[in-house]
């Protein structure tokens, strides 16, 4: 684990009192200074400037100051239209004399609305953000280089499809046992007896709960989560013996027992879905790079400098669906 | 609905037991799932999940807070889901409180080798017992809670900047203290 991770995690673990003073505290709002001395820091505010003022102009007249060279280490103002630009310092061209120094070219890496992204198109499509769109169009940024992110979905692929394919049999696997498949069979119907209890549509699952049940035992005919059921639970105990109950819970402790394993490990053939994507991502990388595409890290943030035509014939694989963005747009960094 | 009465709720196997820890913690939880995974969806979620979770451990666990449980789940959660999303997008998932604390290791080795979670969190819940409660009261909400400098300025009727300014000073404080302690 982290290091910071592990103190986040103990702050998590505070006492609780501390968290109660927290929700009991009321913050009590630093006054506003008063009228008088709001006056009094605008007079020595005025003051400072004249007297700033004064000396500068004195500095001129006996030209000890040069007003060029002040202004040139002014900051320039940002460019107030959509698209953020700058150079790259490390493209920058140096201060030694050539004769016809070579233009290079500008590059364009932030976007004008910050906003994270995280939808991935479909298998197959290529999309590009508003923000990037609107750049690419602007015959301002003819000839320049774009900062990119390129957000994929390793997870629609075909081999992890595959996986979870594999996983959900793994799982309904354990679920097998007669005796469960009896159990979950009664017990959800008497969890549609008690529907309008509210003990389904109520819960923190919602309506969408209700449709995963209604689709299970439709697929099924039974639905495989006891999670929600207790109290149907409690009812159908009432209606076995001992015995049976005994046989029952026997069987039950083992599947869930099964199941914790299979869920903790997370794994199917050794791999988890996790190894998988960021095998396909490996891959991807390693095809971008050969066909001219490469990847560049600053921090933990990958990214692609690239041109206009690259970004519009980007070279996808069908079982992908990408979205290129600005670096902001994903991070919300603009200087990176 | 006070703990006692909803705990008791989770031990009878009482369905009310979410629907009532929800409104009474609803709030809360929703804002630190919000604070940490960053929008009102993954929130939703988050909620979701720690209501499931408590739910689970209630009454194998029996927790003195149920505040102080519940929002521990939440916190736990919404960075599991901010990572995995960070991860998924190849970028450093950037929470700062978070990175914040970073200041607050004094010997990292150290800490990594010998101490867990749970006796670092003894650890800062006897150096908070030493701060005045205006500045316990801004860690929790913070680092706890993890709410925005912004905010948490704008409530205090203070800038940024100078609430920044407190914030590192107690970190650096919290890492003397840290320090004092051994680690």
Redesign the interface.
């Known amino acids: 684990m982290e290091m910071n991770e592990k103190l986040f995690d103990a702050v998590g673990m505070i006492g609780g009192r501390h968290i109660e003073e927290a929700r009991s505290f009321e913050v009590k709002k630093e006054k506003g200074r008063s009228l008088p001395m709001r006056l009094a820091y605008a007079a020595a505010a005025c003051l400072a400037l004249f007297a700033a003022g004064f000396g500068i102009s004195r500095l001129i007249n006996r030209g000890g100051f040069n007003v060029n060279g002040f202004a040139a280490s002014l900051p320039s103002a940002e460019p107030t239209e959509t698209v953020f630009l700058t150079v790259n310092p490390t493209l920058q061209p140096t201060d030694e004399p050539t004769a016809e120094p070579t233009p290079l070219p500008r590059i364009v890496y932030a976007g004008s609305k910050r906003i994270i992204d995280s939808d991935v198109p479909e298998r197959g499509v290529v999309q590009r953000s508003l923000a990037l769109e609107e750049a690419l169009a602007d015959p301002e940024n003819e000839g320049c280089l774009f900062a990119v992110i390129i957000s994929m979905s390793p997870w629609q692929c075909d081999d992890k499809l595959e996986w979870e394919e594999k996983r959900t049999a793994q799982i309904r696997e354990l679920y097998t046992d007669p005796i469960i498949v009896e159990f979950l069979k009664d017990v959800t119907a008497l969890a549609y007896e008690n529907a309008e209890k509210a003990i389904i549509a109520g819960m923190a699952g919602g309506e969408s709960l209700k449709r995963d049940i209604e689709a299970s035992v439709e697929a099924r005919g039974y639905y495989m989560s006891d999670l929600y059921l207790h109290a149907e639970y409690d009812i159908w105990k009432e209606t076995k013996s001992p015995e049976e109950w005994e046989v029952f819970l026997a069987a039950k402790k083992y599947i869930d027992y099964q199941y914790l394993v299979a869920d903790i490990s997370g794994t199917v053939d050794g791999k988890t879905s996790m190894d998988i994507m960021n095998e396909n991502w490996e891959k991807e990388e390693t095809r971008w790079a050969s066909l001219g595409y490469e990847l560049l890290e600053q921090g933990q943030i990958k990214y692609m400098l690239l041109t206009k035509e690259q970004i519009l014939n980007f070279p996808f694989e069908e079982q992908y669906g990408y979205k290129l963005l600005f670096v902001d747009e994903v991070t919300g960094i603009q200087d990176f | 609905m006070c703990d006692e009465k909803l705990i008791a709720l989770f031990c009878s196997?009482d369905?009310r037991a979410?629907?009532e820890t929800?409104q009474e913690y609803g709030r809360?939880l929703r804002g630190i799932a919000r604070n940490i995974a960053?929008?009102e969806q993954d929130a939703e979620e988050v909620?979701?999940d720690t209501?499931?979770a408590a739910w689970?451990s209630i009454p194998e666990v029996r927790?003195?807070?149920l505040?102080?449980?519940l929002?521990?789940i939440a916190?736990?959660k919404a960075?599991n889901l901010r990572k995995k999303?960070a991860?998924?997008?190849?970028?450093?998932f950037?929470l700062e409180?978070?990175?914040e604390?970073?200041d607050?290791?004094p010997s990292?080795s150290r800490?990594?080798e010998s101490?867990?979670?749970?006796e670092?969190?003894e650890?800062?819940?006897k150096w908070?017992d030493t701060l005045g409660?205006e500045d316990?009261?801004l860690f929790?909400?913070r680092?706890?809670?993890c709410r925005s400098v912004k905010e948490l300025a704008r409530?205090?009727?203070?800038s940024s900047g100078r609430l920044a300014k407190r914030l590192f000073r107690l970190r650096k404080h919290l890492a003397e203290h840290l320090k004092k302690e051994g680690y």
């Not at chain 2, 101490?115 to 749970?118: I, S, T």
Request: hydrophobic share 40%; with cysteine; proline share 5%.
């Open positions: 196997r369905e979410i629907i929800e809360l960053g929008n909620v979701n209501l499931l689970e927790p003195e807070s505040s102080a449980y929002g521990s916190r736990r960075l999303q991860a998924k997008k190849r970028v450093s950037g409180p978070f990175e604390l970073n607050c290791i990292p800490v990594e101490l867990g979670a749970k670092l969190a650890l800062i819940d908070l409660k316990r009261v929790v909400e680092y706890w809670e409530e205090r009727g203070i």
